[in-house]
């Protein structure tokens, strides 16, 4: 019932930004109100990101805190995700989520932090 579409991962350099975007496309909801944001880096658990609450509000994990910036255009239902001051421990597929009486998931887009 609701698809998800990221976009923005790739390649950049310790220090560099990137910008993710990821849109949910629904036939049957007029708006989603939880949406976030995920990662996984390999041989790693799937942690959160950034995400916003049902109460409307945001959330972010301590690693993200002062670095990531979460915002939204709710008439698109489409969220983003800056990333700025990239780690290599930052490497790593996120992954874009939706919660609508379930969880949703997109394919994920890999972000890689590397010289």
């Known amino acids: 019932q609701v698809q998800l579409v990221e976009s923005g991962g790739g390649l950049v350099q310790p220090g560099g930004s990137l910008r993710l975007s990821c849109a949910a496309s629904?036939?049957?909801?007029?708006?989603?109100?939880?949406m976030g944001w995920y990662r996984q880096a390999p041989g790693k658990e799937r942690e959160l990101v950034a995400a916003?609450?049902?109460?409307?509000?945001?959330t972010y994990a301590d690693s993200a805190k002062g670095r990531f910036t979460i915002s939204r255009d709710s008439a698109k239902n489409t969220v983003y995700l800056q990333m700025n001051d990239l780690k290599p421990e930052d490497t790593a597929v996120y992954y874009c989520?939706?919660?609508?009486?379930?969880?949703?998931w997109g394919q994920g887009t890999q972000v890689t932090v590397s010289s």
């Open positions: 629904t036939s049957i909801f007029f708006r989603i109100n939880v």
């Open positions: 989520n939706a919660f609508v009486y379930k969880a949703y």
């Open positions: 916003f609450t049902s109460g409307g509000t945001t």
